[in-house]
């Protein structure tokens, strides 16, 4: 479950939303140098991401529960840690526009002056998403 939060940007004032997490059926990755988001939904990511899912203790999440059961019971490939999964998926990922690469872990950047340093905007709320 991802969740979606305006802020602040503490440099330079400008409002912007952050998107953190992930969805049921995609994972969302951010640019190293800029912070623009970029999706990739699992169905693009094929054995990479049946690997990974038969290397997880239990469902991704509730709803992949039984698809996921059956790819842990009966896929045949070799299974992935998170951590391989990930630098796997970010390898695949196109580089931004800006040069930049999309990692999982790249923090979150105001659009107008690029800062990582943001205050919730405390007239808003939270949106969770899947």
């Known amino acids: 479950m991802g969740s979606s939060y305006s802020v602040i940007c503490k440099d330079c004032g400008t409002k912007y939303q952050i998107n953190e997490g992930r969805g049921f059926f995609f994972h969302k990755l951010r640019c ?42 009966e896929y045949p490939g070799e299974s992935l840690t998170e951590s391989r999964y990930h630098a796997e998926v970010e390898v695949l990922m196109e580089a931004c526009k ?13 659009p107008n002056c690029k800062s990582t340093k943001f205050d919730l905007d405390p007239n808003s709320g939270m949106i969770m998403y899947d």
Not at 51 to 65: D, E, N
Not at 98 to 110: I, S
């Open 98 to 110: 800006c040069g930049g690469n999309f990692r999982f872990k790249a923090p979150p950047r105001c």
């Open 32 to 73: 190293d140098v800029c912070g623009r988001e970029r999706e990739v939904q699992f169905h693009d990511l094929g054995d990479l991401h049946l690997r990974f899912v038969k290397g997880l203790p239990g469902p991704y999440c509730l709803a992949s529960m039984e698809s996921d059961k059956k790819i842990q019971q």
